[in-house]
């Protein structure tokens, strides 16, 4: 990708992993090359997470058991936040914890209230090799948490307890088997 280009304009849309699918269960590996593969890669995410009208997209959710996302997230002040990383660790989540809701493209037709902290810190690389350092507040630092628990083998129902985790699975399971009857 050349300097200046939009993001995911060379990529190819993959088809999204959903909730039964056991690539959304594994911890991702660790990324090792940081190769022309590695470029391909990010752009695949990037286009795949625009074709699905997304925010965050985790590399395992097309399949790659990477530890690789990119986003493309307001915050709270609808400024936007636009990138990838490479390895992330999640190094500082504090601040308030905030209800707010949540969805997932691997989950469709579900949405639910998840506590999270109202600030989010994740250090990791670029796809040239370069550290980076992210902060986010708000809707973006849910953001990077979502996407963290993701490359660690969790969907955010797993935050979920009592009757707002049943509601939020049987979104899921609703949608599934109407999609399986089209």
């Known amino acids: 990708m050349h300097r200046g280009a939009i993001p995911g304009s060379s990529g190819s849309v993959h088809p999204l992993r ?70 992330p660790r999640l190094v500082e989540a504090g601040g308030v914890i905030v209800r707010g809701p949540e969805s997932c493209l691997s989950l469709p037709g579900a949405e639910a209230a998840v506590e999270r902290h109202d600030r989010a810190v994740v250090e990791g690389r670029d796809k040239a090799g370069t550290p980076v350092r992210i902060e986010g507040t708000g809707f973006f630092a849910r953001c990077l948490q979502h996407e963290c628990d993701h490359l660690d083998g969790r969907v955010y129902t797993d935050r979920l307890t009592g009757p707002r985790r049943r509601r939020a699975l049987r979104a899921v399971r609703r949608t599934a088997a109407l999609d399986a009857r089209r």
């Open 18 to 87: 959903l909730s039964a699918d056991p690539a959304l269960r594994a911890r991702c590996a660790e990324v090792v090359s940081f190769d022309a593969e590695l470029f391909r890669l990010v752009e695949d995410l990037f286009a795949s997470m625009y074709a699905a009208h997304g925010v965050g997209l985790a590399a395992n959710q097309i399949g790659a058991p990477v530890r690789v996302f990119v986003y493309d997230c307001p915050d709270d002040e609808d400024r936007r936040h636009l990138g990838h990383v490479i390895n």
